[in-house]
């Protein structure tokens, strides 16, 4: 299983990112999907899920209505669109599926 993501970077306050995540070793469509971030000196916490199927999507009520989540079986690859992004969205982004995790992509919100 490898989950590699990309598209972290620095951006203001209010700006937008788009994440990826590339997923190979197992069969993508099968396996619900999720992101997760650590701050600076804080614990994980769990940002979003999808469905295998993209069917339904979760989000921590702080991410609610800037965020999307979303996913291209035929790609193998997992989305996470930010918006209206805050300085406590600041942090290390990761892909998660059951048992695995990547290496995560930093995201700083920062003017």
């Known amino acids: 299983v490898q989950l590699v993501e990309s598209g972290g970077g620095l951006v203001q306050p209010g700006g937008s990112l788009r994440l990826s995540c590339a997923a190979s070793?197992?069969?993508?469509?099968?396996?619900?999907m999720s992101w997760v971030r650590q701050a600076p000196g804080k614990g994980l916490e769990w940002v979003s899920t999808i469905y295998s199927d993209g069917s339904n999507t979760y989000y921590v009520d702080s991410v609610k209505g800037r965020f999307t989540i979303s996913r291209d079986n035929a790609k193998n690859t997992l989305y996470l669109q930010m918006n209206s992004l805050k300085s406590e969205d600041t942090a290390m982004y990761s892909c998660?599926?059951?048992?695995?995790w990547g290496q995560g992509t930093q995201v700083t919100v920062s003017s």
């Open positions: 070793g197992f069969t993508f469509s099968s396996y619900t």
């Open positions: 998660r599926r059951c048992g695995y």
